[in-house]
């Protein structure tokens, strides 16, 4: 889709309509016949990245690991070779987007919510295995899948306001070895 290109390389915001239909080869007449805004595109763009993701993380070999922490420790791999691509090619369309108008529009925010829940929940449930076999007290799938997020998301962020993947690595880095503690699991 020409829009996650554009938005992912100049933000929602800066990307206009204008420049989707450049993009798209198409008119603005044809813009507006398939989205009555350019709201309704944010929607749309952010729920095709949600299942286009879905999609790529649930078929990933990780997913048939016998050990749920080893799932787990091979997202946080696959994330890493993500950060090979340039900045914009493993920025998450659904975090760039909420970022810039989480406030002022409740749709794109209600999208984006849905699609940082569906990453929460990959990664919830070879949680929730792990501590089913490796019980650690005070500690839930959930908010360890929110923590995961919470460190995809703020390493992507870092990355772009400093141009470089390393904060984003250094994250998935210190996450692992959070885990690694965790689980009782050394390197």
């Known amino acids: 889709m020409a829009a996650r290109a ?3 390389h100049k933000g929602f915001a800066a990307t206009s309509v204008d420049d989707l239909c450049a993009a798209a080869g198409v008119t603005k007449g044809a813009f507006f016949h398939h989205f009555p805004s350019k709201e309704a595109l944010g929607v749309a763009l952010i729920e095709d990245w949600t299942e286009t993701t879905g999609a790529m993380f649930a078929a990933h070999a990780y997913n048939s ?3 749920p922490l080893d799932r787990v420790l091979a997202y946080l791999d696959l994330r890493r070779q993500l ?3 340039p900045i914009p090619e493993f920025s998450c369309v659904a975090g760039t987007t909420v970022q810039e108008a989480y406030e002022s529009s409740p749709p794109i925010r209600a999208a984006a919510a849905a699609s940082i829940r569906s990453g929460v929940d990959h990664v919830r449930a070879h949680l929730a295995a792990a501590l089913a076999a490796h019980p650690v007290a005070g500690v839930t799938a959930e908010s360890l899948g ?3 997020q919470v460190a995809v998301q703020g390493g992507i ?3 772009k306001a400093l141009d470089d993947p390393a904060p984003a690595r250094e994250a998935f880095d210190h996450l692992e070895r959070y ?3 965790l689980f009782g699991r050394p390197a």
Do not use: G, H, I, Q
């Open 6 to 8: 554009l938005v992912r």
């Open 65 to 67: 690991l016998p050990d």
């Open 83 to 85: 950060l090979e691509m």
């Open 146 to 148: 929110r923590m995961v």
């Open 157 to 159: 962020v870092l990355a």
């Open 179 to 181: 885990l690694r503690l």
